[in-house]
Antibody, heavy 122, light 109 residues
Framework: EVQLVESGGGLVKPGGSLRLSCAAS????????MNWVRQAPGKGLEWVSS????????YYADSVKGRFTISRDNAKNSLYLQMNSLRAEDTAVYYC???????????????WGQGTLVTVSS | QSVLTQPPSVSGAPGQRVTISCTGS?????????VHWYQQLPGTAPKLLIY???NRPSGVPDRFSGSKSGTSASLAITGLQAEDEADYYC?????????FGGGTKLTVL
């Protein structure tokens, strides 16, 4: 059974940093591209970032480019999101998501974690 | 403002058919990119409902169907049931970015 478990969320002041983790199990993590998607309270879904299976290709939404860094450790079956220069508008539940098969970019988000809440407030 | 436009809300009585539209442009849906649909029940993570415009993952009832034409896509739900009450999101691609619609809240009357 595929499992994605996010952690690392919490309360942080504007301008602060936070590192999210996503522990994957139940599939060959190193063969799949991975993604972060967020959802602000009461709002819709917003794609944040994607990383290919070997970390060769990385993409960011314009809203986080230059502040967030996605990475992965295939040996540890883990995905990360380093978030710097956080703003109030980054407050959201952050989900990691993966396709069911393949490492391509244009794949749906088949599997989702339960999400971790990041609150940016003074 | 989302790149993909969805109606904020739709409603229908049990047993009825409803459709949710997802309108894009020539840089996303109209460029030939696939459209995927997600269902989000209250307080839960989204769930993939339709992928590749019209394909259902294993376990998704055939009451749910998707289509795409030109710069738009649609999700149809037939035989509406109370448990279908949820938020629905379309998702596609715009250049190298992944984009979602703003979401549609489905109310079962």
């Amino acid at each position: 059974e595929v499992q994605l478990v996010e952690s690392g969320g919490g309360l942080v002041k504007p301008g602060g940093s936070l590192r999210l983790s996503c522990a994957a199990s139940g599939f060959t993590f190193s063969s799949y591209s991975m993604n972060w998607v967020r959802q602000a309270p009461g709002k819709g879904l917003e794609w944040v970032s994607s990383i290919s299976s070997s970390s060769s290709y990385i993409y960011y939404a314009d809203s986080v480019k230059g502040r967030f860094t996605i990475s992965r450790d295939n040996a540890k079956n883990s995905l990360y999101l380093q978030m710097n220069s956080l703003r109030a508008e980054d407050t959201a539940v952050y989900y990691c998501a993966s396709p069911r098969r393949g490492s391509g970019y244009y794949l749906p988000f088949d599997y989702w974690g339960q999400g971790t809440l990041v609150t940016v407030s003074s | 403002q989302s790149v993909l436009t969805q109606p904020p809300s739709v409603s229908g009585a049990p047993g009825q058919r409803v459709t949710i539209s997802c309108t894009g442009s020539s840089s996303n849906i109209g460029a030939g990119y696939d459209v995927h649909w997600y269902q989000q029940l209250p307080g839960t993570a989204p769930k993939l409902l339709i992928y590749g415009n019209s394909n259902r993952p294993s376990g998704v009832p055939d009451r749910f169907s998707g289509s795409k034409s030109g710069t738009s896509a649609s999700l149809a739900i037939t035989g509406l049931q109370a448990e279908d009450e949820a938020d629905y999101y379309c998702q596609s691609y715009d250049s190298s970015l992944k984009v979602f619609g703003g979401g549609t809240k489905l109310t079962v009357l």
